[in-house]
C-alpha cells in the first residue's frame, strides 16, 4: 500500500511511518493533530517522509483502504493536519465543492456570491477596480512622460 503514495521513501514501514508521523507532530485543543513538515510555514500542507504530503501518508498508515486515483480531504479544513478522524477520500470535483471559502476578500472587502453557481466569486470586485484604476493611473503617467520627452 506505501509504494502507492506518490514522494515516499521506500525506507519506510508501516509501522516506522506511523512512528515517524507521531514523532513530528503534536495535539490541538481543537482536536487536530498537527504535522510539522519540512520548512517553517504554518497552516499550509506539509511534506515529509522523502517527498510524500504528511495527510497522504497519516490516511494511509492510520485510515487504510488508500485509492490513488482520489484526493485526501480535510473535514476540518486545517491543512496541515493528520488527525485521522479529520481524513477522508473524494473524487477531484467533490474535493473542490467541499473546500472552505473565506466570507472576505484578502483586503477585508465582503465578497460577492456568484448568482451562476451559488459560491463566492474568485475575484473580489472592489480589488479588481482598485487594481484597474492603479493601472490606468500609471499607464496615463507613462504616456504623460513619454509625450513631455518627445521632439519632433
Same mark, same amino acid.
Given at each position: 500500500?506505501?509504494?502507492?503514495?506518490?514522494?515516499?521513501?521506500?525506507?519506510?514501514?508501516?509501522?516506522?511511518?506511523?512512528?515517524?508521523?507521531?514523532? =513530528?507532530? &503534536? @495535539?490541538?485543543?481543537?482536536?487536530?493533530?498537527?504535522? !510539522?513538515?519540512?520548512?517553517?510555514?504554518? /497552516?499550509?500542507?506539509? $511534506?515529509?517522509?522523502?517527498?510524500?504530503?504528511?495527510?497522504?501518508?497519516?490516511?494511509?498508515?492510520?485510515?487504510?483502504?488508500?485509492?490513488?486515483?482520489?484526493?485526501?480531504?480535510?473535514?476540518?479544513?486545517?491543512?496541515?493536519?493528520?488527525?485521522?478522524?479529520?481524513?477522508?477520500?473524494?473524487?477531484?470535483?467533490?474535493?473542490?465543492?467541499? =473546500?472552505? &471559502? @473565506?466570507?472576505?476578500?484578502?483586503?477585508?472587502?465582503? !465578497?460577492?456570491?456568484?448568482?451562476?453557481? /451559488?459560491?463566492?466569486? $474568485?475575484?473580489?470586485?472592489?480589488?479588481?477596480?482598485?487594481?484597474?484604476?492603479?493601472?490606468?493611473?500609471?499607464?496615463?503617467?507613462?504616456?504623460?512622460?513619454?509625450?513631455?520627452?518627445?521632439?519632433?
Amino acid at each position: 500500500m506505501l509504494s502507492q503514495v506518490t514522494g515516499l521513501s521506500r525506507h519506510f514501514t508501516e509501522e516506522s511511518l506511523r512512528a515517524y508521523l507521531l514523532a =513530528r507532530s &503534536q @495535539r490541538l485543543p481543537s482536536g487536530c493533530l498537527v504535522v !510539522r513538515g519540512y520548512g517553517d510555514r504554518r /497552516g499550509a500542507h506539509q $511534506k515529509l517522509a522523502g517527498r510524500a504530503w504528511a495527510h497522504i501518508a497519516a490516511y494511509v498508515v492510520f485510515v487504510g483502504g488508500y485509492r490513488p486515483d482520489l484526493e485526501v480531504h480535510h473535514d476540518c479544513g486545517v491543512p496541515d493536519c493528520i488527525e485521522p478522524s479529520h481524513l477522508r477520500q473524494l473524487s477531484h470535483a467533490d474535493n473542490c465543492r467541499e =473546500r472552505h &471559502q @473565506r466570507p472576505t476578500c484578502r483586503n477585508g472587502h465582503d !465578497r460577492e456570491v456568484d448568482p451562476a453557481t /451559488g459560491r463566492f466569486r $474568485k475575484v473580489c470586485r472592489r480589488c479588481n477596480g482598485d487594481a484597474q484604476r492603479r493601472w490606468r493611473e500609471r499607464r496615463a503617467a507613462e504616456v504623460a512622460a513619454a509625450r513631455a520627452g518627445y521632439r519632433p
